[in-house]
């Protein structure tokens, strides 16, 4: 059974920094892409970053470019968000997904960033 | 920000056919196939439609999807109460070299 676990959301001060990561199991992580995806409260789907099987693609939307930073380690079956700067407009319920520039056939629960002073 | 226009909503009786529309650009869903999301209050989103008409498993075949040009539609047909939930589109821009997705649809059976 597929299943992608997040954790390392937590509250932050807006200009802090955060360290999203996420579990992967039950399917050969590194056969895929992968990506994160947020969803604001109350709000519809936010695509934020995606990279593909080995690390050497990444993408980002225009919203975290240069402020967040994608990567896996696939030893560990583990992909990875960092995040500076955060700004209340980052507020959300980020999942990690599989797949990349194709279908996202399989979403993590998600954890929860809330930037507040 | 959503570049894929959705209804905010749309509704029907039980039994009833409803179709959501997605309205894209020549860069998204002109140049690549959409997929379809639903999701059901309180939960994460769930893959429903992929690759032109594919269904992951499990998923009814009352679920339908339909591209055409920058444009595309996921009709459900036999509406059913757990159909409530909101509803994505998404598909690849290559303009911006990234996913983009539906503003989304919410899905009332009265």
């Known amino acids: 059974e597929v299943q992608l676990v997040e954790s390392g959301g937590s509250v932050v001060r807006p200009g802090g920094s955060l360290r999203l990561s996420c579990a992967a199991s039950?399917?050969?992580?590194?056969?895929?892409?992968m990506s994160w995806v947020r969803q604001a409260p109350g709000k519809g789907l936010e695509w934020v970053s995606g990279?593909?099987?080995?690390?050497?693609?990444?993408h980002y939307a225009d919203s975290v470019k240069g402020r967040f930073t994608i990567s896996r380690d696939n030893a560990k079956n583990s992909l990875y968000l960092q995040m500076h700067s955060l700004r209340a407009e980052d507020t959300a319920l980020y999942h990690c997904?599989?797949?990349?520039?194709?279908?996202?056939?399989?979403w993590g629960q998600g954890t929860l960033v809330t930037v507040s002073s | 920000q959503s570049v894929l226009t959705q209804p905010p909503s749309a509704s029907g009786t039980p039994g009833q056919r409803v179709t959501i529309s997605c309205s894209g650009s020549?860069?998204?869903?002109?140049?690549?196939?959409v997929s379809w999301y639903q999701q059901l209050p309180g939960t994460a989103p769930k893959l429903l439609i992929y690759?032109?008409?594919q269904r992951p498993s499990g998923v009814p075949d009352r679920f339908s999807d339909s591209q055409s040009g920058t444009s595309a539609s996921l009709a459900i047909s036999g509406l059913q109460s757990e159909d409530e939930a909101d509803y994505y589109c998404?598909?690849?821009?290559?303009?911006?070299?990234?996913?983009?997705f539906g503003t989304g649809t919410k899905v009332t059976v009265l």
């Open positions: 998404a598909a690849w821009d290559d303009s911006l070299n990234g996913r983009v």
């Open positions: 020549s860069s998204n869903i002109g140049s690549n196939t």
């Open positions: 997904v599989r797949g990349r520039t194709g279908d996202l056939d399989y």
């Open positions: 990279i593909n099987w080995n690390g050497n693609r990444t």
């Open positions: 039950g399917f050969t992580f590194d056969d895929y892409g």
């Open positions: 690759d032109n008409n």
